[in-house]
């Protein structure tokens, strides 16, 4: 099972600091190489020091990429969750309160630029990747952020905001209306969109989220 980053960095085995320059130097080779390219051999050379120490620390290197990639989705998961939360816990004007949600979903492209640069890699990659590391992946980055937001919209349903019956395919549905068509132009965020185009984009796809769920 993995090995959530969190707790490889607490771990006991090794001289802490050690450990923890090794998981970040996995960090960004991952970030800059990929997933096939982050060797042990290339984690040591980042690290500065031995193979053999990349392996005392971490004996299956695998596990160790796939706790770093673990923990920066959950990281990200949990950024967007406190963003849904800032955004619909208090809705004046639905409208507006998803348009300012659309542009703040935007924001971890910029504050998780190394998450996004492993992200752009994977995607190249998937299919030389290990399925668990695929699913994992998901579960714990993209539909974890998805039960969060589809929590909130079934709040905004309760209170009749919504015409919603599920509310995990509502939220399917905002994620691909309202940001993901800037998410996609920009390259996860690799080449950012001009201001004026990302609301634009985003503008119109509230206006037919809203269209779909209408009460």
Same mark, same amino acid.
């Given at each position: ?17 050690? #450990? #923890? ?10 970030? /800059? ?32 990429? &796939? ?5 920066? *989705?959950? *990281? ?26 659309? #542009?703040?979903?935007?924001?971890? &492209? ?12 994977? *995607? ?26 589809? /929590? #909130? ?37 690799? &080449? ?10 985003? +503008?119109?796809?509230? +206006?037919?989220?809203? /269209?779909?769920?209408?009460?």
């Amino acid at each position: 099972m993995a090995t959530p980053l969190a707790t490889i960095e607490r771990a006991p085995s090794g001289p802490a600091g050690e #450990r #923890r320059e090794i998981v970040r130097a996995a960090r960004t080779v991952l970030a /800059r190489e990929g997933w096939t390219r982050c060797t042990a051999e290339a984690t040591a050379a980042e690290a500065g020091v031995t193979a053999d120490t990349v392996a005392l620390h971490f004996p299956d290197h695998e596990q160790l990429l &796939l706790g770093v990639l673990l923990d920066s *989705s959950a *990281s990200v998961a949990a950024a967007l969750a406190a963003v849904a939360d800032s955004h619909l816990e208090e809705v004046t004007d639905l409208e507006a309160d998803l348009i300012a949600l659309g #542009r703040a979903w935007l924001a971890p &492209l910029e504050a998780f630029r190394e998450h996004f640069a492993i992200v752009r890699h994977i *995607s190249a990659e998937v299919t030389r990747l290990p399925t668990e590391a695929v699913d994992k992946w998901q579960a714990t980055g993209p539909r974890q952020a998805r039960r969060e937001l589809a /929590r #909130r919209l079934r709040r905004l349903a309760s209170m009749g905001l919504l015409d919603i019956s599920d509310a995990e395919q509502a939220a399917e549905r905002f994620i691909l209306l309202v940001p993901s068509g800037v998410v996609q132009r920009s390259f996860l965020g690799a &080449l950012p969109l001009p201001r004026d185009e990302a609301d634009a984009l985003i +503008a119109d796809g509230v +206006a037919d989220f809203i /269209r779909l769920y209408r009460p």
